[in-house]
């Protein structure tokens, strides 16, 4: 009897072992966690750079124009926004009496300075900056005796290679740093300030702010305006033959054509064409 009930037992203690031996065969599932692990690691590094990358437009995103909000600037805190009719040109003899310094608005050259990325190592004419501003531009203007080395590295990455913006010294400067675009200026003293790029959304090619919504910021060449040899600033206070604000056009020049602003290659210096 004894040795039968010993019989009975023996197939039920090889089977609890041979599953025992099993389980321990198969051990901790290492590749399966080794995986998952790395996928999450994976996801972790593909969201921070994400978030890290996108950080910069999303904090830009409420200075983006909308219809709800179409001049996000007004909130820039300093800002100075004056209304200016557009479309009055003068010769490139002639000057203007500008109310403010760098001018944002007001009568200005047939010929607009070239503003694809512009970045003049000179003092330019401000009558052709301002016609580049009335093309839907932004100009920032520096005093060279407060900007040099990093910050003017700076600067020129906020420009080099962005359509409708263009950058040159300005001697004379009350301020480091100073933002025009049609109407609207903002002076900064460090180029680190976060208002530059705040500005910069807010108002390049802003179409609810600018008159001439579609026209060139090309360069126009030799004669007309050439980027790589334009007409000088002249540091002097206007003479008493300098246009006033409120000037209505000089003989001999063409009223701005709002898109359809471009001037042929043959166009004379005493003609200029929007």
Request: with cysteine; charged share 15%; glycine share 8%.
């Amino acid at each position: 009897m004894s040795s039968g009930t010993k019989k009975k037992g023996t197939p039920k203690k090889v089977a609890k072992a041979t599953r025992t031996s099993v389980v321990a065969k198969r051990g901790v599932p290492w590749g399966t966690i080794v995986a998952v692990v790395a996928v999450v690691a994976l996801a972790a590094v593909v969201i921070t750079y994400y978030l890290v990358q996108s950080a910069p437009k999303r904090a830009l995103a409420e200075w983006t124009p909308s219809a709800s909000n179409p001049d996000p600037s007004t909130k820039l805190a300093g800002i100075v926004i004056k209304p200016y009719s557009g479309s009055v040109h003068i010769l490139p003899t002639e000057r203007v009496a500008y109310d403010q310094s760098p001018p944002f608005g007001g009568p200005h050259d047939g010929y607009w300075a070239a503003c694809t990325g512009t970045v003049y190592p000179n003092a330019v004419r401000s009558e052709n900056m301002v016609h580049s501003l009335e093309h839907g531009a932004v100009w920032i203007a520096y005093n060279p005796d407060q900007v040099s080395g990093s910050a003017l590295d700076t600067l020129k990455a906020k420009v080099q290679g962005k359509p409708y913006t263009m950058m040159s010294p300005y001697p004379g400067l009350d301020r480091p740093i100073s933002l025009q675009s049609w109407g609207h200026q903002l002076k900064v003293d460090s180029a680190d300030d976060v208002k530059i790029d705040e500005f910069i959304t807010a108002l390049r090619q802003n179409t609810s702010t600018y008159p001439e919504i579609g026209a060139s910021c090309d360069a126009l060449g030799p004669g007309m305006f050439d980027p790589s040899n334009p007409p000088a600033f002249d540091p002097n206070p206007p003479g008493p033959d300098a246009k006033p604000m409120d000037y209505k056009g000089s003989a001999g020049t063409q009223q701005d054509m709002g898109a359809a602003a471009s001037a042929p290659a043959s166009a004379p210096a005493s003609a200029p064409t929007p």
